[in-house]
Nanobody, 115 residues
């Protein structure tokens, strides 16, 4: 069974940076587009960024120019570099395929942006 393990979250001040990682077990990684998603309290989960197997990327308008998604197929890992963080980026961040097809999400990693 495919497992998703997110890490790298934490508490950061506005304007700060974090780098999230998502390790994916199983052989599905290299052939699938992968995405980072987030869910803030009281809100629905939303797509933040996605990267195809060919490394084409797309981003939510709210994070364009601030976040960068990348992948390392040799390590079965997808990353999210987050710069110029804002309080509205506070959420639990998850990864999954893009679109999300894996039924079992990981535990996510909490990102809190606050002074």
């Amino acid at each position: 069974q495919v497992q998703l393990v997110e890490s790298g979250g934490g508490l950061v001040q506005p304007g700060g940076s974090l780098r999230l990682s998502c390790a994916v077990s199983g052989s599905i990684f290299s052939i699938n587009a992968m995405g980072w998603y987030r869910q803030a309290p009281g809100k629905q989960r939303e797509l933040v960024a996605a990267v195809t197997s060919g490394r084409t990327t797309n981003y939510a308008d709210s994070v364009k120019g601030r976040f960068t998604i990348s992948r390392d197929n040799a390590k079965n890992t997808v990353y999210l570099q987050m710069n110029s963080l804002k309080p509205e980026d506070t959420a639990v961040y998850y990864c999954n395929t893009y679109p999300p097809r894996l039924p079992r999400w990981g535990q996510g990693t909490q990102v809190t942006v606050s002074s």
